[in-house]
């Protein structure tokens, strides 16, 4: 079936140790995003891929970078974990020109020690 | 920035009964969508209403959309324990980026 696909589904790691969280899809979307969820809180976009072009969110913090290598593959690197960014991070994917509907992956719970 | 603003935060039910939740929001919109997101997993997406239209349904859901008063409401009808969830709306207004609420909390009882 086609999917998005989020690894690892929990990340455990240190403060200021950097961590890379990958997304996957099937759906050869052309959009992929990135958002932060913390505990009862709306997902926070923090940045987006429309094809190769990368879109940053103006309060999305420096800490965090993506790269998408590939129309399958997105990462969110998190240079120097902090204990705020402990979150759900999801990925969801969008195919252009259709009405906007998101495809989201499983999410990676990041806790942060 | 947040757009959408969901009512009531939390709600508690007993299966067969109806839920009803309401997102309103600030600026024009071009469609609003419905998205459901059980514990600790992704959000899934149940419906769009665009702007132009007024009423939809998918199976137990109806969703109306009041443009005058920029608010929608999602009812679900029959409900069941396995609707337990958290339902946010987003909205699309310009480009690629959806704007989410914070959610209601939907507890179905047996």
């Known amino acids: 079936d086609a999917m998005v696909i989020q690894n690892p589904r929990y990340q455990v790691t240190q403060f200021g140790k950097p961590v890379t969280l990958s997304c996957s899809q099937t759906?050869?979307?052309?959009?992929m995003y990135w958002y932060q969820q913390k505990s009862s809180q709306a997902p926070k976009l923090l940045f987006h891929?429309?094809?190769?072009?990368?879109?940053n969110e103006a309060d999305t913090p420096d800490n965090f970078q993506s790269r998408r290598p590939n129309t399958s593959f997105c990462f969110l690197d998190i240079r120097s974990p902090g204990l705020g960014d402990a979150a759900m991070y999801l990925c969801?994917?969008?195919?252009?020109?259709?009405?906007?509907?998101?495809?989201f992956g499983p999410g990676t719970r990041l806790t942060v020690l | 920035s947040q757009q959408g603003e969901e009512d009531p935060q939390a709600l508690s039910i007993q299966e067969g009964e109806n839920a009803t939740m309401n997102c309103s929001y600030k600026?024009?919109?071009?469609?609003l969508q419905w998205y459901r997101q059980n514990s600790g997993r992704g959000l899934v997406h149940l419906i769009l209403?665009?702007?132009?239209?007024r009423e939809k349904h998918s199976g137990r859901l109806r969703v109306t959309l009041d443009t005058s008063k920029k608010s929608s409401s999602l009812l679900i009808t029959a409900s069941r324990a396995a609707d337990t969830a958290s339902y946010f709306c987003?909205?699309?207004?310009?480009?690629?980026?959806?704007?989410f609420g914070k959610g209601t909390s939907l507890l179905v009882t047996p």
């Open positions: 969801a994917t969008e195919s252009s020109g259709t009405n906007n509907e998101q495809f």
């Open positions: 759906l050869n979307h052309n959009v």
């Open positions: 891929y429309y094809d190769k072009d990368f879109n």
């Open positions: 987003a909205t699309d207004v310009v480009g690629y980026a959806l704007n």
């Open positions: 209403i665009r702007s132009n239209e």
């Open positions: 600026t024009s919109i071009n469609n």
